[in-house]
């Protein structure tokens, strides 16, 4: 099975930095051989962070809210059409190895929230400070915090290398 | 249609407080004849809101996440099986009249991020410092702390009073 | 807990008999003081069944599709909006104590398949002979024909009836 | 973005020849360099259909019903985890270009019947006279009957063929 890095943030409400830090991610997941994974809409983080990973020749998945592609990303080799409005963020987050959020916003606050109960890795970036303080207390165990995208492999390399024997 | 009042907060996790609040707040959403909804399982703040609405003579409805009912609490007239898992956390909220959480976990964080995606109004009782910071910066306008029951019943009747005409 | 009959049938494509029966259904299932549950949209057998219902003064839940009760009937006491689209018609049946389709089409026949996989009992009133020959193939110990409400009703309540002590 | 076949069949209860013809399909479908889409278990129909794509060097995908992987097929190249259940299969159809249903049984039945309700085209390999019969009633237009893999995958081309201009 494809190792599956998936990557949580705001739509329409995605700030610049969110936006540039989302596609870097992306290119950075395809140069690492996996899979980049969201909620596939043409829009802030999520068109992001697919355009990064296409153009780095990356595999892309969208899990998308609405019933057809209508508002999917361009940059999406695989459309997984729920028709389950945002009930589709648990599944965003129980088929990926490792959650990264990329900025903050309601959807994206409940899929780290989802992450942490179904206990996925979760690594926050470009959050804000009360999120983190937040998330921290929710699971310190499992939240990470990086402070850019080379920050955020490298942990994503640590969280889906296969345990050692007797590690 | 009857107003519903959905109840989140901890299962297994649920502080004492959490529990003697949402038992108090059972009893007082059943003697504004309005219904109780909450995540239906026989553990923590589920449990004890259906405890209060029941024997204040309320209607209750638990929305459960299995496929069937053997984890369901003992207090709930309507059993409402999903078998979606923590998907069902959005349905919780989009049934909601008015979204109370009491206590905080990461079931009920993820229930307050999706009540604020969804524009529903949020009541946050007996929530960490951290909670109130982070879901305020995420919309302020959609969330108000209540300092008891009281206050949060108080806050529900507002919330569904009819809007006046030119009002 | 409450005894919940779902009533399955289509929404628009519904015939005058199919309407007219869930009608009856309705009533009749109100006179047993059961719960009537239902798609809950203004439409065919889900407006027809809740009108029955709530007119012999009984209890109604819509399991409504979209994301809020614009679409909803007006005879629904209980509207749990889902938002998640007909993936809803599982949570339908797994509601139900005892499944009934009346009359047939594209969702009631995913519905009575979902009910099968889930070992519910369903009863078949108005079906096609297709229908019928398909789904007796399918499970013949679950599926019951009934040629009319009151033989529907009497089915109702055998299945919902509590197993004897050494029965 | 990749067009996607979602193949649908009996898990535990497929027949002999039900596996035979999914795993030709498999093949087939990843020869014309198409992914193969299922509800993703190891067994049945699933297993034997993502067998074949992928010993065709085919893309494979499974639509998990539970809440891990424990249960998937060991050919599948991504793993969406859904944790809603039975509620996948309607993610299953529409996240399907065309679905083939392979076989026939109770899953299968709900998915041709979401299918046909989501208006997408379905081909039926290897169903009873009673199943053709009754889908073919409840929408004669977008139900195919293929009397072997090369007939559907000949349907399939014929469907995934984008529109000539003036046609």
Not at 5 to 21: F, K, N, Y
Not at 45 to 52: C, K, L, N, S, Y
Not at 61 to 70: A, E, H, V
Not at 99 to 108: L, R, S
Request: proline share 4%; with cysteine.
């Amino acid at each position: 099975m494809l190792t599956i890095i998936g990557v949580m943030g705001p739509g329409e409400g995605a700030s610049e930095t969110d936006r540039r830090l989302a596609y870097e991610l992306g290119r950075a997941i395809a140069r690492e051989k996996w899979v980049t994974l969201c909620g596939g809409r043409n829009s802030g983080v999520m068109e992001a962070v697919t355009r990064g990973a296409k153009e780095a020749g990356g595999l892309t998945i969208g899990i998308l809210p609405g019933q057809d592609t209508r508002d999917a990303s361009p940059y999406l080799d695989l459309a997984i059409v729920t028709g389950i409005g945002n009930a589709r963020n648990s599944i965003n987050i129980l088929s990926s190895h490792v959650v990264v959020a990329c900025g903050m916003g309601k959807g994206t606050a409940s899929e780290v929230a989802l992450a942490l109960k179904a206990k996925k890795p979760v690594i926050l970036l470009d959050a804000p400070k009360t999120a983190i303080e937040f998330f921290r207390e929710l699971d310190a165990r499992r939240v990470s915090i990086a402070a850019g995208v080379e920050e955020a492999m490298e942990l994503c390399r640590d969280l889906t290398r296969p345990s050692e024997p007797g590690a």
